[in-house]
Every structure is written in structure tokens, then in C-alpha cells.
């Protein structure tokens, strides 16, 4: 049963309003690099385990060049790689949320157009778990860390999906409409023959 136009409320748009909160969370995120603590180590320590020759040139060499510390575990670029594509992903995904809801469809190309908009901003959604799963293996950071973001990652592509479902009986008036009107030119050739 439908709602009168005039007793319908506004459009809380809950899929756009958990798109800002999770381009949020996830900013923050990547803000403090994705949880990983930076490790920093004296050459000292690392040579605690060579034998005395070579932790020798070791020194000599990290103090030829003024090396006093090294990075752990893993490299920085790996965190900004990964800050880029989730970057990437979060504008792609608002781009894609902003174009499609901007689309009122008035033919079937128009609802084409928008759908597919949808689509991409579920497949952003999608690829932002795998870049978070990715940081959770090769980070060393705990998984509980981004259980927030990946509860709205999801939740976020639920309201997408249903927000795309919602669209389908639009696009069912637009294909009969099309459809009559193409049945009538038909009609009108058929009677100029």
C-alpha cells in the first residue's frame, strides 16, 4: 500500500549519511596509518644477533652515512600505497553515490546510467574490505581495529543495494512507457504505408 504524497516524509537518504560516516571513519584511519604503529629500531639492535664481524661493518658503514635508526617490519611505502588506494576508493565511491542520486531517470538509458553508478559504488565498497583485509595481513595491527569501519563498509553496501532494488520498479514504468511509445510509431508507419 502506498503512503499519500502529501503525509510522505523527506528522504533520509541513510545511504548517503553512512557514506559521509564511513569516508569519515575511514580519513581518521588513515590519518593514524591504519593502526600500525611505526617501528623504529637503533642499528644497534639490529645487529645484536650477527656475528661481530659483520655487525662491525654494519656500523661503520650506518655511520659512514648517518644512519642512526631503521624502520621495522615493514616499510613506509606500503602504508602510503595502501593510504592511496583507500583514498581512491572513498572518493570514487562519494563520486559514484553523487552521480547516480543526481540522475533522475526519465528514460531507460537515464536508469542505466544511474544503476550502474550504483554499481560502482557498491564494487568500491567491496574493494575497500580487501584493501582493509590486505592491511590485516601484512600489517602488524589487530583486526578489532577496524571493526567499525568494517561494519559501516557493509552496512553501507546493504543501503546501496536496497537503494538500487528501490529504483528497479522505475525502471519497469520507464521500460512500458518506452515500449508504448514505440508501439505507437509503429502504428503511425504502418498507417502513412
Known sequence: MSVLARKRKLSELKFYDNAIRLRRSMLYLLMRDLGAKRGVRDIKWMTKDMPPQDAEL???VAERNGLKRFEADWPSWVIEKLRDNIWT?????????????????TSKAEADERRLNQDRAIACCESL?????LAIDILPVDANKYKQQVKLITEEIMLLKGWRKAGNKKVKELEEQEAARAAKLIKEKLKEE
Do not use: G, P, S
Not at 89 to 105: P, V
Not at 129 to 133: A, F, I, T, V, Y
Open 89 to 105: 576508493l572513498l572518493t570514487d565511491m562519494m563520486t559514484a553515490i553523487t552521480r547516480a542520486y543526481t540522475i533522475f531517470a
Open 129 to 133: 574490505l580487501k584493501e582493509l583485509e
Open 58 to 60: 654494519l656500523l661503520a
